[in-house]
């Protein structure tokens, strides 16, 4: 089995950065691909971004320019760089794991922008 840890979150005001971070653990060669989630209050869980084992990464449409999702394959570990964040960034933030058994999740780390 595949255990996530993410850290990282905290209140930043609008403009500001922050690095998510999700250290993975367990069965690590059973992972094919790692991503972000997001779920703001009273809203659906929304993918943010992707990154595959071959490297490839994906964005949703309203974070691409501004986040980065990398990897350092030495630590298992999956980061989530995050610029010029806006009020709308707020939310919950879900590490995932797309393993071979299913998809694990992380328990979350909160996200909130002030304008």
């Known amino acids: 089995q595949v255990q996530l840890v993410e850290s990282g979150g905290g209140s930043v005001q609008a403009g500001g950065s922050l690095r998510l971070s999700c250290a993975a653990s367990g069965s690590i060669s059973s992972i094919f691909a790692m991503g972000w989630y997001r779920q703001a209050p009273g809203k659906q869980r929304e993918s943010v971004a992707l990154?595959?084992?071959?490297?490839?990464?994906y964005y949703a449409d309203s974070v691409k320019g501004r986040f980065t999702i990398s990897r350092d394959n030495a630590k298992n570990t999956v980061f989530l760089q995050m610029n010029d964040l806006k009020p709308e960034d707020t939310a919950v933030y879900y590490c995932?794991?797309?393993?071979?058994?299913?998809?694990?999740w992380g328990q979350g780390t909160q996200v909130t922008v002030s304008s």
């Open positions: 995932n794991a797309n393993t071979v058994s299913g998809l694990v």
């Open positions: 990154i595959t084992s071959g490297g490839s990464t």
